[in-house]
């Protein structure tokens, strides 16, 4: 015969093994380690001129216009609205997370209506009750504390993540706006050139109608403005294409954003320098992807503390309170109830799914560390990159600068030599064709600075700082 100490053993030893796994089970550091992080950067870092706080960055263009094409982006492109509406539902997951932690309360109500035939009392007979049930679990072991921690986590990576967006869609509209105004450059500059080679051509065909030049000259003309127009009528297509996408992504009508465009047709705008500062985790720390990395990092942490409290005793308080009525055979009975009592659940066989759960917690959090560090070695390497475009392109500048006019004037000359009989059309055809890849190397160039700028914007995070804010807030990230 079972005693009934040998009854409580089995639980008792349950209970035992729980605290002991409680005792020694922890969750890994909400933290990822930081020796992934470059000590230095290896690129030289962007120096002289003047410089400006990235939050109004924007504003210190000598371009009006841009600044406010990337305001108005902001407030109507739907990728932010997006965003936003994944905080708003972070958010809520967080409260519903955090009112496990919190009583519960219930009202109950209900009429029943019944038939028996049994004694000792057949017949029909109505019941209601009308109760208030209250429950509250008592966390012992985290396992509420731990999904609410998750899930305010994640609410701050959603929150990350919105910032990142608006640096990104900030960044976009620059470059589309840069590459906008850098095309329409070079359109100037083949509409220059088919202008003069239109000219040639028909100053070639009054000297060939006068047998001053062979006639293969004046074909060569011909074909050199055929070409010319060509290109010009190409470049036209491209301007119009981007003025597309920069109408898409400011959500502004094409007619009224062409009227804004023509003011400072073909000017590119010159950004104010802003400083790098050389330790790189300073910068790293005001990348809001990296941001919303580490966030993650801690809500799988969390996932991991409350997969091993799921495995420990669950200890939960219950009462009822109510007001109950019968009335069966012509009579009726009215009585008061109540009850409270503590429960608990301790879990002991569940074929191996809390330890598998506890396992998939663990690799979830592991990856979300492993996806931290690539996302960091990506912050850093970008930042890198654009130092060294940046560097370049300020190098490059100067010496394109010194070709477009070496070649304009020779260009010139062989004009001149070539109307005075001196010169052939050959050497003047080649003359046009050089300073023509000189002008539009000297406007790619001063693309290419200005988009090296906009990329080190995005690389460093855009000025944002890790503060908690709604989104409909007014934030300085731009």
Same mark, same amino acid.
């Given at each position: 015969?079972?005693?009934?100490?040998?009854?409580?053993?089995?639980?008792?030893?349950?209970?035992?093994?729980?605290?002991?796994?409680?005792?020694?089970?922890?969750?890994?550091?909400?933290?990822?380690?930081?020796?992934?992080?470059?000590?230095?950067?290896?690129?030289?870092?962007?120096?002289?001129?003047?410089?400006?706080?990235?939050?109004?960055?924007?504003?210190?263009?000598?371009?009006?216009?841009?600044?406010?094409?990337?305001?108005?982006?902001?407030?109507?492109?739907?990728?932010?609205?997006?965003?936003?509406?994944?905080?708003?539902?972070?958010?809520?997951?967080?409260?519903?997370?955090?009112?496990?932690?919190?009583?519960?309360?219930?009202?109950?109500?209900?009429?029943?209506?019944?038939?028996?035939?049994?004694?000792?009392?057949?017949?029909?007979?109505?019941?209601?009750?009308?109760?208030?049930?209250?429950?509250?679990?008592?966390?012992?072991?985290?396992?509420? *504390?731990?999904?609410? !921690?998750?899930?305010? $986590?994640? #609410?701050? @990576? +959603?929150? &990350?993540?919105?910032?990142? /967006?608006?640096? =990104?869609?900030?960044?976009?509209?620059?470059?589309?706006?840069?590459?906008?105004?850098?095309?329409?450059?070079?359109?100037?500059?083949?509409?220059?050139?088919?202008?003069?080679?239109?000219?040639?051509?028909?100053?070639?065909? *009054?000297?060939?109608? !006068?047998?001053?030049? $062979?006639? #293969?000259? @004046? +074909?060569? &003309?011909?074909?050199?403005? /055929?070409?010319? =127009?060509?290109?010009?009528?190409?470049?036209?297509?491209?301007?119009?294409?981007?003025?597309?996408?920069?109408?898409?992504?400011?959500?502004?009508?094409?007619?009224?954003?062409?009227?804004?465009?023509?003011?400072?047709?073909? *000017?590119?705008?010159?950004?104010?320098?802003?400083?790098?500062?050389?330790?790189?985790?300073?910068?790293?720390?005001?990348?809001?992807?990296?941001?919303?990395?580490?966030?993650?990092?801690?809500?799988?942490?969390?996932?991991?503390?409350?997969?091993?409290?799921?495995?420990?005793?669950?200890?939960?308080?219950?009462?009822?309170?109510?007001?109950?009525?019968?009335?069966?055979?012509?009579?009726?009975?009215?009585?008061?109830?109540?009850?409270?009592?503590?429960?608990?659940?301790?879990?002991?066989?569940?074929?191996?799914?809390?330890?598998?759960?506890?396992?998939?917690?663990?690799?979830?959090?592991?990856?979300?560390?492993?996806?931290?560090?690539?996302?960091?070695?990506?912050?850093?390497?970008?930042?890198?990159?654009?130092?060294?475009?940046?560097?370049?392109?300020?190098?490059?500048?100067?010496?394109?600068?010194?070709?477009?006019?070496?070649?304009?004037?020779?260009?010139?000359?062989?004009?001149?030599?070539?109307?005075?009989?001196?010169?052939?059309?050959?050497?003047?055809?080649?003359?046009?064709?050089?300073?023509?890849?000189?002008?539009?190397?000297?406007?790619?160039?001063?693309?290419?600075?200005?988009?090296?700028?906009?990329?080190?914007?995005?690389?460093?995070?855009?000025?944002?700082?890790?503060?908690?804010?709604?989104?409909?807030?007014?934030?300085?990230?731009?």
């Amino acid at each position: 015969m079972t005693s009934p100490d040998s009854r409580l053993c089995g639980p008792a030893i349950a209970l035992a093994l729980s605290l002991l796994l409680a005792a020694c089970a922890s969750p890994p550091p909400a933290t990822p380690p930081t020796d992934t992080v470059p000590p230095q950067w290896q690129a030289s870092l962007p120096h002289g001129g003047s410089t400006a706080e990235l939050a109004g960055w924007w504003q210190r263009f000598d371009d009006p216009l841009l600044p406010r094409l990337v305001d108005q982006a902001q407030q109507r492109n739907p990728t932010l609205a997006q965003a936003a509406a994944r905080i708003t539902q972070a958010r809520a997951s967080a409260r519903i997370a955090g009112a496990a932690l919190s009583p519960q309360l219930n009202a109950n109500a209900g009429v029943q209506r019944s038939s028996t035939q049994l004694p000792p009392t057949p017949g029909q007979q109505t019941a209601g009750t009308a109760t208030l049930d209250a429950s509250w679990e008592i966390d012992l072991f985290g396992y509420n *504390r731990q999904n609410r !921690a998750a899930a305010e $986590a994640r #609410a701050a @990576g +959603a929150d &990350a993540q919105w910032h990142n /967006a608006r640096v =990104s869609l900030a960044a976009e509209v620059a470059n589309t706006y840069v590459g906008l105004r850098a095309c329409e450059a070079a359109l100037a500059v083949y509409q220059q050139d088919a202008k003069s080679a239109g000219q040639t051509s028909d100053l070639t065909a *009054r000297l060939v109608q !006068a047998g001053f030049q $062979a006639p #293969a000259n @004046g +074909a060569l &003309a011909r074909a050199t403005a /055929a070409e010319a =127009s060509n290109r010009v009528r190409a470049q036209q297509a491209d301007c119009d294409v981007l003025v597309k996408q920069l109408s898409a992504l400011v959500v502004e009508p094409e007619p009224g954003l062409r009227s804004q465009l023509a003011e400072a047709q073909g *000017r590119l705008p010159q950004p104010q320098g802003f400083e790098v500062p050389a330790v790189p985790a300073q910068v790293l720390a005001q990348r809001p992807d990296v941001a919303a990395a580490e966030r993650e990092v801690a809500a799988a942490s969390a996932d991991v503390g409350a997969a091993q409290a799921d495995r420990l005793p669950r200890l939960s308080l219950t009462g009822s309170i109510g007001r109950a009525a019968v009335r069966a055979g012509g009579n009726t009975f009215n009585g008061d109830t109540w009850s409270f009592g503590p429960g608990l659940l301790a879990p002991l066989i569940d074929g191996g799914r809390r330890s598998a759960a506890v396992d998939a917690a663990q690799a979830r959090y592991e990856e979300a560390v492993a996806g931290w560090r690539a996302q960091v070695l990506s912050a850093a390497r970008e930042v890198e990159e654009a130092l060294v475009r940046l560097q370049a392109a300020q190098q490059r500048e100067e010496d394109a600068r010194r070709a477009s006019a070496g070649y304009a004037e020779f260009l010139a000359a062989a004009q001149t030599q070539f109307q005075v009989g001196t010169g052939s059309l050959l050497d003047l055809e080649q003359a046009r064709r050089n300073a023509l890849v000189a002008d539009a190397n000297l406007v790619q160039v001063r693309r290419e600075r200005v988009a090296a700028w906009l990329a080190l914007y995005k690389a460093v995070g855009g000025g944002w700082q890790p503060v908690a804010a709604a989104p409909n807030n007014t934030r300085e990230a731009n």
